[in-house]
């Protein structure tokens, strides 16, 4: 709104009143968009506290897929190996597995028992030689049942032990499934977050906008203000000697015209009063 240097008093006054009007109007809008940017501010905090919560369960999901996998690595290659040693013993065992059947404890005893009789007994040569065949014999089936009966052992324990360590693999694949699925989750959270904390930036950013514009907008309303406040009053002032000057001026006719009439009647030989002298002859309180 333009101040106009020619408008009346009444019309300077009237615009200054308005102007005060777009003044607080204008006031009552910054009070509201700050208000709504501290609320956005706020819910800003709350998504970065949201999202931060998120990052932690993701990177925590993310340190414990890693170990998984390490120990999937692990198991995968502990089973190849076991699996590498069986198929080794099977072909160990193949060639001995009859040795399975002796009963290896009696074999045992009855080696004991012959060994005891040719330190005991007096045994004649062919006796003797006799006995030392059937003991080399026996030592060697012993011998024999012996390695089938540990590789046997040995490979019921890997077995069980490949068991245990596939039940484990399939564990592990159910927990990495889990996982990921949580993971997914977790970021579509933090997504969801991020592109909500973008848009709430966007909006602060344009109340910022919006609150510069409006305190620029106000200073120069202010301005204006200012300007014809200082107007009106030199306006108000100006009326003021105006009113003085004119009362001064109808002051000095009145004496004037007093004057005029004594000095009339002083010439027509009429008495006159002593407030008439003062008139003709004396300083008048106007000068």
């Known amino acids: 709104m333009c101040v106009d240097a020619g408008m ?13 009007e777009q003044r607080r109007g204008i006031i009552e809008q910054l009070k509201q968009i700050r208000s709504r940017r501290s609320d956005l501010l706020k819910e ?36 190849r190996e076991g699996k590498e040693k069986l198929r080794t013993m099977s072909n160990e065992l193949e060639g001995i597995s009859p040795a399975l059947k002796v009963q290896g404890d009696g074999l045992e005893k009855e080696l004991k028992k012959i060994e005891w009789r040719m330190q005991t007994e007096r045994l004649t040569k ?12 026996m030592a060697y089936t012993l011998s024999v049942w012996k390695k089938a009966y540990g590789l046997k052992n040995e ?20 927990d990495r499934q889990d996982i990921l699925k949580e993971m997914q989750d977790r970021k579509e959270k933090m997504d969801e977050y991020t592109q909500a904390g973008k848009q709430v930036y966007q909006e602060i950013q344009g109340l910022d906008t919006d609150i510069d ?8 309303l202010d301005n204006k203000i200012s300007e014809l406040k200082s107007k009106v009053i030199l306006a108000k002032n100006e009326k003021k000697r105006a009113g003085w000057a004119a009362r001064i001026a109808a002051s000095k006719e009145a004496i004037e015209k ?21 008139l003709l002859y004396g300083e008048d309180s106007s000068r």
């Open 126 to 137: 062919e006796e003797e030689k006799e006995l030392l065949s059937k003991i080399k014999e």
């Open 44 to 79: 800003i905090d709350d998504l970065a506290e949201r999202l931060q919560k998120e990052t932690d369960s993701y990177r925590q999901l993310k340190e414990k897929l890693r170990r998984l996998n390490e120990e999937k690595r692990q198991l995968t290659s502990k089973i």
């Open 213 to 220: 514009e409006l305190e620029g907008t106000l200073s120069n």
């Open 258 to 278: 007093a004057r005029k009439e004594a000095m009339e009647r002083m010439k027509r030989g009429e008495a006159i009063s002593l407030d008439d002298l003062k």
């Open 8 to 20: 009346s008093g009444v019309d300077q006054e009237k615009e200054l009143s308005q102007l005060f």
């Open 155 to 174: 490979e019921s324990k890997i077995a069980s032990e490949l068991d245990d360590m596939t039940a484990r693999l399939f564990d592990i694949r159910a």
